[in-house]
T-cell receptor
């Protein structure tokens, strides 16, 4: 099932750098777009939620959705070691089934 | 902050045994879900439950799986006869009727040997 694709390669950045994460999706009916953060062997924790296209900012986090290109992005400014985690993008067209990407492991090096 | 709680955190079971995973969703939520994540794989949707019945299920959720809300607070996932490939982290999640945000529990790690 390839509804949401996320290049799973790990990403290492120095503290203070901008982290940029991307996903693509295939289902044009998707209207809801989310980014979850997951620490090792823990449950996904919702970071950002966006409905339809546009940008949303919350502190150091910015989520972008471009429905014309089916592209979802997350930017983390001034990254901190505590941001080290796996980041999962997810999409849905209704309120039930979330389709997740595989996740990006991010390591912020002090 | 309200949270979804799951028990057990880790269970080891022999192939062919029945397993019940338990969840207490957030108290005012009405939509309940089970997802699973095989090690190194995507988080996958299993089933959603609303108004005491299954509202949607994936192709993974076959006859070996069942869900139940036995009382006003618990939501369970039963696997009737476990297989090796059922080894995964199982996440319970819930959502309020008026909201769009799905909140996940910490997960139950199931190992089938």
């Amino acid at each position: 099932q390839k509804e949401v694709e996320q290049d799973p390669g790990p990403l290492s950045v120095p503290e203070g750098a901008i982290v940029s994460l991307n996903c693509t999706y295939s289902n044009s009916a998707f209207q809801y777009f989310m980014w979850y953060r997951q620490y090792s062997r823990k449950g996904p924790e919702l970071l950002m939620y966006t409905y339809s296209s546009g940008n949303k900012e919350d502190g150091r986090f910015t989520a972008q959705v471009d429905k014309s290109s089916k592209y979802i992005s997350l930017f983390i400014r001034d990254s901190q070691p505590s941001d080290s985690a796996t980041y999962l993008c997810a999409s849905s067209y209704g309120n039930n089934r979330l389709a997740f990407g595989k996740g990006n492991q991010v390591v912020v090096i002090p | 902050e309200p949270e979804v709680t799951q028990t057990p955190s880790h269970q080891v079971t022999q192939m062919g045994q029945e397993v019940i995973l338990r969840c207490v969703p957030i108290s005012n939520h009405l939509y309940f879900y089970w997802y699973r994540q095989i090690l190194g794989q995507k988080v996958e949707f299993l089933v959603s439950f609303y108004n005491n019945e299954i509202s949607e299920k994936s192709e993974i959720f076959d006859d070996q799986f069942s869900v139940e809300r036995p009382d006003g607070s618990n939501f369970t996932l039963k696997i009737r006869s476990t297989k090796l490939e059922d080894s995964a982290m199982y996440f319970c999640a819930s959502r309020a009727e008026s909201g769009n945000t799905i909140y996940f529990g910490e997960g139950s790690w199931l190992t089938v040997v």
